[in-house]
């Protein structure tokens, strides 16, 4: 008190205003402290004081001081001239209010304090001319920023955490509540001065220390409403609302107008020399002061805002919201029967009485996201209007403008028929678990048939004498290996299936099961990886696909039904492209054709469902599909899924001379080089595994070796030493050998397809984009430096968040791959930095702005239109055409523009500090580490399980044969399968094994989580 009376000002002639409860601490301000200085108390009289009657009274009995809450001050419309003193505490003190009452000659005062802090424990002189603080404490008190996610750290100036208190007024403890006292108190770590207690108390308000050393009050914890994702400081909103010409009170608070729905409500009362405000100008000023995620859904005037006993906003007592606050400026109403129907929807899902057809769902009306799906189903239910998504109301967002696109406006998209769900039927048991042995017989069989292969050519060769013996037979090995493994499954598609039709057949049958073998053959088939050759071409040919001349297919998805397969001439199918010829709906599998005409393009990450065909000269953009009934006509360019016309040309290189004699030298050279080359090189190499010393003992002594301790150990130590080397030597094989091919191919210069360029571009990227590493190293720091050894540019500096990247980035050359500083990819990014024609190709520098966050499955096009401060919804269509978007977030094929959302999150405002996030990152650095040693770990323990069953096998080779291997190939498979297993379980604690074994109470059983790095 003897403090409060010094620093105040309050004198001992002032006439200090009584009017708060004395069970509310704030009491203590206007009672004890003025009574300390000899002041005069005017006490408030029985019953509700408030605006014009507290007026009254205040200037009937001449006060000078006053002590209250902000909410109270606020209700006074008229000067107080004889009021020289006013202190304001209990609530968050709006600058308006400020603004308002602040004099010359009068001490204006914001003070805080809990009451376990005995009151009040800092304060400041407020002015007009400043942001409002809480200013600095108070002698004998101590204020620290604690770290809400550790209370045992102080946050430095600047950073916003939790307000804590020491001094020697804070409380002993609430009694009896241990509790309690263990949650709100924490030890002094810091050793503040003048704290005997040693505690510190937790306040649960929000604060920071600014620039000038005060104190700023951010709101409380506990306070703060999440709506939309977005957290919000409810007194923020009450400020701008106060600031409405008329408004004398405001306060706001959540509502749900359905479960889960949560939004905001704005409560005003008016000065009683207002008559009325348009709520129409309340809106405006709100959303021009305001994210539209702050303005209230409803606005509701009450005559006065219902106050406690502490002259606080009792939010208990509002009342709920009578309709939804809409602009109700310049009407315009329905001129169409289906703007009429459209617009009372609309009117019914906002709960107002009427829209304007011209007014915009979001800036006029409101609306949000949650609104207008609810509206979006009440056109689906009770209309025969098409449906309209959440692209269609974000691209036309009026009433006028939804209902011409639906009609054949020029903003509609073409007429999709509505997709039904279909009625599964049912599988019996009996047939699902014989088609499950079933398709593990053919397994082992086509195992056991390779192993003949492969051990008959392994103990021809081992007979060999010399080098050049060894060569000879190691090249008839690979040459008669190539020829069986290339054509057995060419025979079994013809002998098991004939030519495919269309047609449809359920799943865990005799055909599926011919089905299911024929696609596992065709794709485990060498040919498969001749993808961008010739060669490829001829083996679709050969499994029944109409393929033309001069056709590239780049894709590595190879298509099943191949006899409903037709490409045409000259055309073009990019990477990730799906064509397969079929789809499994409903438990049915269902065949169709695939139709693509001469000069068609097909660009990367696309979808060309069954019953579908591309004329002419058409083109598929990328990030696209193309469905079921669907055509592209000739000429035409279409994008989107469901594609639709565009105006963009995809076709962004042009011809080069490629004819047929270098089509052919490229393929048979790709031959020669499997056959002659890189085949018996590793067939050579194998008998050298003979000369090392474990080998030869295990030969020469059999069984005797295998049996003892000392193998075990000794194939351990062997196998720590080649995973470890083969670690090293693959990053340093693939940071040299993509340095030399990078400089056979230049930037921005067309080259012919089938030479040396092509050939070092291809292999440039078949050797970068390594799934074991990128796996190894993504979703941690290291993937950063990893993908700058491959010659990523990240910019300058890397802003390390310790997953800039996930685990399946991939490119077409790492060199022209350029990413923006502080730049965050979830997974699965791929920087289209390619480009071919049928005769040609070139690589492009292909650039992500920095500041930028992208989604999943993102191919981004070299000349994408987007630059810094971006946020790329997952799969969106990166557009290639318009000016560049900066700022703003992109979402959907083809995509449309939605707020950038995320940097005006402020929930994790408190993580963005520079010693935060580096603590924080060395904490997910240690927990990457110790994910990816467990990664190697596996890995290590799969391969010396197959190195001891290998050397077993090795024992027997002479003996057993084809067998031996076959016994090493599966026993490989099931240790390797049940290691994975194992590790799953480890890692989830064995949760789901126990959850399977204990019955289950509620009719549904407990389900395994995956757990990634």
Known sequence: MRVAAQMYGIREDDRVYQGLTIAFDFSVEEIWVPWLVGATLVPKPPGALLGLELHEYLTAHRVTAMCCVPTLLATLEEELPDLRFLLVSGEACPHDLIVRWHREGRRFLNVYGPTEATVTATWTPVRPDRAVTIGVPLPTYSVVVLDPADPGRALPFGQVGEIGIAGV?????????????????????????????????????????????????????????????????????????????????????????????????????LRHDTGEVDSADVLALLRDRLPPYMVPAYLEHLPVIPMTPSDKADRKRLPPPARRAAADHGFLAPATADEEVLAGLLAETLGVERVSVAGDFFADLGANSLVLARFAARVRERTALPPPSMKDLYLNPTVERLAAAGTGGPDRAPVRAPVRAEEVRPVRTLPYVACGAAQLLVFVAYTCLMSVVLGTGLQWLAVATGLVEEWLRAVVVAAGGLVVLSVLPVIAKWLLVGRWKEREFPLWGLRYLRFWTVKVLVRANPMALFVGSPLYNVYLRALGARIGRNVVILSRNVPVCTDLLSIGDDTVIRKDAFFNGYRAVAGRIRTGPVTLGSDVFVSEQTVLDIGTSMADGSQLGHASSVHTGQA??????????????????????????????????????????????????????????????????????????????????????????????????????????????????????????????????RTLARATNSRFYTFLFGDSSAIVHFLRLLGYDLGTPVVQSGSNFGVEVRHETPFLSVVGSGTMVSDGLSMMNAEFSSTSFRIRRTALGAGCFLGNNIAYPAGGRTGADCLLGTKVRVPLDGEVREGVGLLGSPSFEIPRSVERDRAFDHLKAEDVRLRRLRAKNRHNGVTAGIFLLAILVNLYAVAVLGLFVLDHLDGLGFLAVAAWTLGSLVFGVALLVLLERAVTGFRACVRSSVPSTTGRSGGTRGTGR
């Not at 108190?185 to 649960?204: A, C, H, Q």
């Not at 749900?256 to 005003?268: C, D, K």
């Not at 194939?715 to 693959?730: H, K, P, Q």
């Not at 990078?742 to 067309?750: F, S, Y």
């Open 169 to 269: 007024g804070l409380a002993a403890g609430y009694v009896g509540r241990d509790d309690l006292n263990a949650k709100a108190f924490v030890p002094d770590f810091l050793g503040l001065p003048g704290n005997p207690s040693g505690r510190i108390y937790r306040t649960g308000d929000l604060g920071r220390v600014n620039a000038d050393g005060e104190l700023e009050y951010m709101g409380r914890i506990d306070l703060q409403v999440k709506i939309r994702g977005y957290r919000i400081e409810l007194t923020e909103i009450e400020s701008v609302l106060l600031q409405v010409p008329g408004v004398a009170q405001a306060v706001v608070d959540t509502f749900e107008p359905t479960p889960g729905a949560v939004e905001l409500v704005g409560y005003y009362s």
């Open 632 to 761: 592209v006509p000739a000429g035409e360019r279409w994008a989107g899924s469901p594609a639709e016309p565009v105006g963009v040309d995809h076709r962004a290189v042009g011809p080069a001379r490629c004819g047929r004699l270098r089509r052919f030298l490229f393929a048979a050279t790709q031959v020669l080089s499997v056959v002659l080359l890189y085949v018996p090189a590793g067939l050579v190499l194998l008998p050298l595994l003979a000369s090392f010393p474990l080998v030869v003992e295990v030969r020469a002594a059999g069984n005797e070796v295998t049996a003892t301790w000392a193998f075990f150990v000794a194939v351990l130590l062997d196998t720590v030493v080649v995973a470890v080397g083969g670690l090293l030597f693959g990053v340093v094989a693939i940071a040299v050998v993509s340095r030399v091919l990078a400089r056979c191919v230049r930037p921005d210069t067309v080259y012919p397809l089938y030479g040396f360029r092509y050939w070092a571009q």
